[in-house]
Antibody, heavy 121, light 110 residues
Framework: QVQLQESGPGMVKPSETLSLTCSVSGYSISTGYFWGWIRQPPGKGLEWIGGAYQSGAMLYNPSLKSRLTISLRTSRNQFSLELSSVTAADTAIYYC??????????????WGPGILVTVSS | QAVLTQSLSASGTPGQRVTISCSGS????????VNWYQQLPGAAPKLVIH???QRPSGVPDRLSGSKSGTSASLAISGLRSEDEADYYC???????????FGGGTKLAVL
């Protein structure tokens, strides 16, 4: 059974870089699928961030692309998210997930439990 | 403002059949498959339908998905109290070059 778990700081200062890691168990991320991130501001809807494939292919939300890096660390069976120059608008629950649906990585499942990241000084 | 349009709320009584709709356009639902997620209170979303009408392992067959043109629907039959959750539709949008979500529908079981 595939399981994912997010980790990282729960608070980041404005203008700094948000960094999160997702640890995967029960499946080798080098086998296949995109692996990515979705976020949800408290009390609001879902926003797709993007994903990465073991071949090096990337899918990034264009609205975040200039600030975004998603990387796979296959030796640790982990992948990461870095979002630079954060503002209060980046405050959200961040979920990591396996992304299916072929080259568009359009569906997500399973998901990690999520981690709340607050951007505040 | 979500790209895909969903009703804010829906409701039904135990045993009833409820349908949740999701409306889009030719740049998204009209050309790409639709996925549905269930988010129970305080929990992460869970994929319940992918590729328009495919149920992942473990999802009961009381849940079913369909699509016609630029709209999609999630039907839940034999409604149960544990179905009370937020439901989101999603698909790829080729004008935005991104996966997009609906705003979510809160389902109440009365």
């Amino acid at each position: 059974q595939v399981q994912l778990q997010e980790s990282g700081p729960g608070m980041v200062k404005p203008s700094e870089t948000l960094s999160l890691t997702c640890s995967v168990s029960g499946y080798s991320i080098s086998t296949g699928y995109f692996w990515g991130w979705i976020r949800q501001p408290p009390g609001k809807g879902l926003e797709w961030i993007g994903g990465a494939y073991q071949s090096g292919a990337m899918l990034y939300n264009p609205s975040l692309k200039s600030r975004l890096t998603i990387s796979l660390r296959t030796s640790r069976n982990q992948f990461s998210l870095e979002l630079s120059s954060v503002t209060a608008a980046d405050t959200a629950i961040y979920y990591c997930a396996r992304l299916g649906g072929g080259s568009l990585g359009s569906w997500a499942g399973p998901w990690g439990p999520g981690i709340l990241v607050t951007v505040s000084s | 403002q979500a790209v895909l349009t969903q009703s804010l709320s829906a409701s039904g009584t135990p045993g009833q059949r409820v349908t949740i709709s999701c409306s889009g356009s030719s740049s998204n639902i009209g050309n790409y498959t639709v996925n549905w997620y269930q988010q129970l209170p305080g929990a992460a979303p869970k994929l319940v339908i992918h590729t328009d009408n495919q149920r992942p392992s473990g999802v009961p067959d009381r849940l079913s998905g369909s699509k016609s043109g630029t709209s999609a629907s999630l039907a839940i039959s034999g409604l149960r109290s544990e179905d009370e959750a937020d439901y989101y539709c999603s698909t790829w949008d080729d004008s935005l070059n991104a996966v997009v979500f609906g705003g979510g529908t809160k389902l109440a079981v009365l």
